[in-house]
């Protein structure tokens, strides 16, 4: 059977294949090579070593930006976490009614996109702030970092909810009744039973929400659009500005080695986030 | 613990999470209270204030999104790029990922973590360099987008498409073969038919991330010429001198109803679609 589906190969895998090619593995090492290039279009490329990536680690808002995405990464991964969690075990309680509805209700935010929750945000924020008379978004960096994890969370709850929902659903009955007949209490329940049940939840959770908050950049662009000053600017936005907001044939180089980096931090960070909570998976 | 304290906790939770759903749907209800407001009445701290007999604007601000501002145009963008992409992503990943799951071979296991890899590298390393390859290859119109998100999307369905196949029979497919069908129609009539599940979350997926992208579809398409639905929005934001504040308000609106009415029909298959595409993920 296998060798009459290699000689089909050119239908089936063809045609992904050259996508792919143009999409993403043409793209990939032209990016890789021209970060060590001096350019402004993609055709006069000049080779210069690794001057693109010393001029990356003296770029200080290259420095802040990477200061700004760990604070919010960690601020954001820990709060959509232990809310959505939270959620799902309330959600999965016997008879509580209304389960659907909320269900829905939390999840929505999901389907709006980044730019348009942004838009919202920012007029809802830059209400509250007037009223409490604060100054606006745009020249308030504390009101923008904060806004843009109360934004996360709104958007990305639901979804780990949904996730953890399925997750806790799948804990076998008989080990919490189990559980129950040998005397523990529920806070012993939740963490030596249910817990390392749903690990591979919050592993899949961790993994998502910690790559969310690294790669954001159109919730960033609508709603601070890096103000004030590049005080809320994050790694992708920082990079998309180096690119475009700036003329000179010095900037696409480091625009593009500074893409290089962070698709190296965003690669060792999910590897070694991976690994750590995987191990603590349990077999059933 | 009691039946009756049960219920009591119970009722307790209702109550919490009914309010939290009010404060959830708030912002998109704000929006929508803003949108029916006159234009001068719009500012930034009256946000919170429900329209009175005399700043009413009834549809006039929806009116003028749709005939000033090319909403309708837009929304055929999206919706045309949405549905081709989409489409493309599920017909030629699915063909693919049965070839990876089924051959054995080195180019399979290449390609298989090429894949794998693609989902985790950030779109900022290869923005620049995709935009120009678009414009060298004239892949640059709404028409032929699709191929660039193919190319682009097939990480992760090719990923979870192939790890759905692990728990298909092989025997079915041996059976088929062994009847005298050729791989195209074992595949057609055997293979993807049993693939339904895994192909309804990853539509879902593609679908949510495909209709709400901006930076590709801003940096591919040529602005002036067209405009996808995030792309509008942020083109009125961004453009310079007075943003009319209605009409923006009543294009978010527009934007998202279509949204909520897909979710609330297709409510069941999306949390389930998206519960399903995590585990296997």
């Known amino acids: ?284 | 613990m009691t039946a009756s304290r049960k219920r009591f906790v119970n009722s307790i939770f209702t109550v919490v999470l009914g309010v939290l759903s009010v404060a959830y749907i708030y912002p998109v209800f704000m929006i929508l209270i803003n949108s029916l407001k006159q234009e001068n009445s719009i500012t930034t701290n009256g946000a919170f204030t429900l329209p009175t007999a005399e700043t009413f604007a009834g549809v006039t601000n929806y009116v003028s999104a749709i005939e000033a501002q090319g909403f309708l145009r837009s929304l055929g963008y999206s919706l045309f790029i949405t549905i081709s992409s989409v489409a493309a992503i599920l017909l030629f990943c699915s063909m693919s990922a049965w070839y990876l799951a089924r051959v054995k071979s080195i180019f399979s296991t290449a390609m298989y973590y090429l894949c794998v890899f693609s989902m985790v590298v950030p779109f900022q390393m290869v923005m620049y360099t995709l935009a120009s390859t678009a414009d060298t290859l004239k892949l640059n119109t709404p028409w032929n987008i699709w191929i660039i998100y193919l190319g682009f999307g097939a990480g992760l369905a090719v990923f979870m498409i192939t790890g759905f196949m692990k728990s298909v029979p092989l025997e079915i497919e041996e059976a088929a073969m062994i009847d005298g069908c050729n791989p195209i129609r074992t595949f057609f009539s055997i293979v993807m038919p049993m693939l339904k599940p895994t192909l309804v979350s990853v539509g879902i997926l593609e679908a949510m991330w495909v209709w709400n992208d901006y930076l590709l579809p801003t940096l591919v398409l040529d602005i002036k010429k067209y405009k996808t639905i995030p792309m509008l929005i942020q083109y009125f934001r961004g453009s310079y001198g007075r943003v009319e504040m209605g009409p923006m308000m009543a294009c978010i609106m527009l934007t998202i109803i279509p949204i909520i009415i897909v979710y609330l029909a297709g409510q069941k298959h999306i949390i389930k679609g998206v519960a399903a595409g995590a585990v296997k993920g």
């Open chain 1, 1 to 284: 059977m296998e060798k009459a589906i290699k000689r089909y190969a050119p239908i089936f895998v063809l045609p992904t294949f050259l996508a792919f090619t143009i999409g993403f593995i043409v793209p990939f090492f032209q990016g890789l090579y021209l970060s060590f290039c001096q350019f402004t279009t993609a055709k006069n490329a000049k080779f210069i070593g690794f001057d693109n990536y010393i001029r990356v680690f003296q770029d200080e808002t290259f420095l802040d930006s990477f200061g700004f995405t760990v604070m919010f990464a960690i601020v954001s991964i820990l709060s959509i976490n232990i809310i959505a969690f939270a959620l799902a075990m309330i959600l999965t309680r016997d008879n509580l009614k209304g389960t659907n509805v909320f269900r829905t209700v939390f999840f929505m935010p999901n389907l709006i996109g980044g730019i348009v929750l942004g838009y919202i945000w920012q007029i809802l924020l830059n209400c509250v702030l007037s009223i409490v008379g604060e100054p606006l978004l745009a020249l308030n960096s504390t009101a923008g970092y904060w806004g843009m994890i109360i934004l996360m969370c709104w958007q990305q709850i639901g979804y780990m909810m949904i996730i953890y929902i399925a997750g806790i659903q799948n804990v076998p009955e008989a080990l919490v009744e189990a559980a129950a007949i040998d005397g523990a209490t529920s806070w012993q329940t939740l963490t030596k039973v249910k817990l390392p049940m749903v690990m591979p939840s919050i592993t899949i959770c961790v993994f998502l929400t910690l790559t969310n908050s690294f790669k954001l950049f159109d919730q960033n662009l609508a709603l601070t659009a890096g103000e004030p000053r590049h005080a809320t600017e994050m790694l992708a936005l920082n990079i998309y500005n180096t690119f475009y907001a700036r003329a000179g044939a010095q900037w696409k180089g480091l625009g593009q080695a500074k893409a290089v980096v962070f698709c190296i931090l965003v690669i060792v960070i999910s590897l070694i986030q991976f690994r750590a909570t995987h191990s603590k998976e349990v077999q059933q």
